[in-house]
C-alpha cells in the first residue's frame, strides 16, 4: 500500500472543515467516485458530527484548537485504478496557522507531519474579506513609532487582523519550503464557497486559477516564482453549494434528494464536476 500524507492549511474561515465534512459524506454515500473509501482508522466521531450538521445544511461548528495529534484523520482510499493509498489530514483550526505567522511557534508533530507530507491543500474563502494593505498614513501613529507601551498581545491581533491574506498565506508557503529543506511538494490550492463566484461581475468568468491571478498577485506570483518546488493546481470548491445561512437558498439546497448533488467542483479548465474527492486524485494520489 502507498502512504501518502496530506495536510491542509488556510487561516480561520477558510472552508477546510466545510470540505472535510462534505467529503466524509461523499464517501460514505458516494460510489462511483474517483476514489472511495477502503477503511477508516481513529475515532468517527467528529467526522460523523460535521457531515451530519453538513447534511442538514447546518454550517459546521467551530474547529476548535485541539493538539495536532488529536484532530488527524486517517482514511485509507480506493483509487478505481485499484491503488490504495492512506492519507491523513490533520483537521487544524485556522488559529494554528495564524499563531504560525504572526508568533512563528508551531507544534513539534504537526512540524514533523509537514516534512514528511506529499501534498497539501491550503483553502482560500472566496467569500472572506481579504485584507488589503493600508497606507502608511491610514496606521494609527502609535503603530508607527517606536512604543514600548504597545503590549504584545494587542500587536498579534492587530498583525492578524490588519496584515493582508496574501502576505499571510505566502509566509505559511515559505514557511512549508523552509521546513522541508526545499522537498519539493503537490500543492493544491482550493478556493472555497465558488457557488458565489457567479454572483461577482469581477470574477464570474475567471477559472480558478485566474481568479488567484487577479484576486492575490503576490501568492499567484510567489507560487510561480517557486514551482520548482511547489506543483500546483487549482481547484474551485463549494461544498455547501451555497449560503446556508440564506433561508431561501438552504431550502433549495435541503430540496435535492442527495446531499453531494449540492456540491461543486472545478478544475482548472473550468468543468465542473460533483466529485468532492477530485483534488484527492490530483494532488494525492498516483
Ligand atoms: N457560500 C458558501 N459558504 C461556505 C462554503 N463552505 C464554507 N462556507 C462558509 O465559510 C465559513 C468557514 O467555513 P469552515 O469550513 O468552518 O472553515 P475553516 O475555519 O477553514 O474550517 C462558514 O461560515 C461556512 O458556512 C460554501 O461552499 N459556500
Ligand atoms: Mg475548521
Known amino acids: 500500500m502507498i502512504k501518502r500524507s496530506c495536510f491542509i492549511m488556510g487561516l480561520p474561515g477558510a472552508g477546510k472543515t466545510s470540505f472535510l465534512a462534505a467529503l466524509w459524506h461523499s464517501l460514505l454515500t458516494n460510489h462511483s467516485n474517483l476514489i472511495t473509501l477502503d477503511k477508516f482508522e481513529g475515532d468517527q466521531s467528529y467526522l460523523s458530527t460535521i457531515s451530519k450538521n453538513w447534511a442538514n445544511g447546518l454550517t459546521v461548528s467551530r474547529t476548535l484548537k485541539r493538539n495536532f495529534a488529536d484532530s488527524t484523520i486517517k482514511l485509507k482510499l480506493r483509487q ?16 494554528t496557522f495564524q499563531e504560525l505567522y504572526a508568533e512563528r511557534i508551531i507544534d513539534n508533530a504537526l512540524m514533523e507531519y509537514i516534512q514528511d507530507s506529499n501534498s497539501m491543500l491550503l483553502f482560500i474563502n472566496f467569500k472572506e474579506e481579504m485584507y488589503t494593505p493600508d497606507l502608511i498614513t ?8 517606536k512604543d514600548d507601551t504597545i503590549d504584545e498581545k494587542s500587536f498579534t491581533e492587530r498583525v492578524l487582523r490588519k496584515d493582508p491574506t496574501q502576505v499571510q498565506l505566502v509566509d505559511l508557503l515559505q514557511f512549508v519550503k523552509y521546513i522541508r529543506s526545499e522537498e519539493p511538494i503537490k500543492l493544491g490550492i482550493i ?13 464570474c468568468n475567471k477559472s480558478p486559477k485566474e481568479l488567484i491571478k487577479k484576486k492575490l498577485p503576490l501568492l499567484w506570483q510567489f507560487i ?5 518546488f511547489f506543483s500546483t493546481k487549482y481547484f474551485g470548491i463549494s461544498a455547501q453549494g451555497g449560503d446556508v445561512e440564506d ?11 442527495d446531499p453531494c448533488d449540492r ?4 478544475d482548472e479548465q473550468k468543468r465542473i464536476y460533483k466529485d468532492i474527492t477530485l483534488p484527492l486524485t490530483e494532488i494525492v494520489g498516483e
Open 80 to 95: 478505481q485504478n485499484g491503488n490504495v493509498f492512506e492519507v491523513s489530514f490533520p483537521d487544524q483550526s485556522g488559529e
Open 138 to 145: 491610514a496606521i494609527p501613529r502609535h503603530y508607527r513609532t
Open 191 to 203: 478556493i472555497s464557497a465558488w457557488d458565489l463566484i457567479v454572483k461577482d461581475p469581477d470574477f
Open 224 to 228: 510561480i516564482t517557486n514551482s520548482m
Open 247 to 257: 433561508p431561501t437558498i438552504r431550502d433549495e439546497l435541503l430540496g435535492k434528494t
Open 263 to 266: 456540491l461543486i467542483i472545478v
